[in-house]
């Protein structure tokens, strides 16, 4: 929500410069043509003044386009990571087929969101990558030294991650 409204006042801002410099550029044309002279300094000092005046409001405004699109971009992927944490927790177990298909994503994304979701310490269970399903443990149940999925001897992979050296199962904590 808040995205949107920076995007939109950054729209509005680039309007307003844009019609600035336009309006500033009329006033100086219509107040030098009447001078008998044709020397043409007001005009370009009324044009060079309206940009001047302008230029903050363009940039401010595009400033604020940027960014609500990269917020938009990042609360996406929020999105996305609380509908797997969410689907996880409630079935227990999901398919990582299931879930590149309800969030129209891919499986590299969903591995990537899995290992954010890990590393901000919101998700505890195990995934097997090579069957492709990924399950919600609690962190009680995945003490000890053996994987869940075959019971082999587990290692250390990184933070928060264990990875069976038998069926390739990496254990998140």
């Known amino acids: 929500m808040i995205s949107r409204s920076g995007r939109l006042v950054g729209i509005i801002l680039v309007i307003v410069g844009i019609l600035v410099c336009l309006g500033g550029s009329a006033v100086a044309y ?3 043509r009447n001078v008998e002279t044709n020397a043409a300094g ?3 000092l009324g044009v060079v003044l309206s940009i001047f005046i302008a230029v903050p ?3 401010v405004g595009i400033y604020l386009v940027m960014r609500g699109r990269a917020e938009e971009a990042e609360m996406a992927d929020v999105g996305r990571q609380r509908k797997i944490l969410d689907m996880v ?3 227990g177990q999901v398919d990582i087929t299931d879930l590149v298909f309800e969030l129209k994503s891919t499986s590299n994304q969903v591995r990537d969101d899995v290992y954010k979701l ?3 310490e ?3 269970g195990y995934v097997n990558w090579d069957d ?3 399950y919600s443990k609690e962190a009680s149940q995945l003490t000890g ?3 869940p999925n075959c019971g082999g001897e587990q290692e250390f992979a990184g933070k928060g991650v264990i990875t069976c050296r038998y069926c390739g199962t990496d254990v998140f904590l």
Request: with cysteine.
């Open 30 to 32: 219509t107040s030098t």
């Open 42 to 44: 007001g005009f370009v």
């Open 57 to 59: 409001f363009v940039g």
């Open 89 to 91: 927790k409630t079935r």
């Open 118 to 120: 890990v590393g901000m």
């Open 122 to 124: 919101l998700f505890t």
């Open 132 to 134: 492709g399903v990924l």
């Open 145 to 147: 030294n053996k994987c």
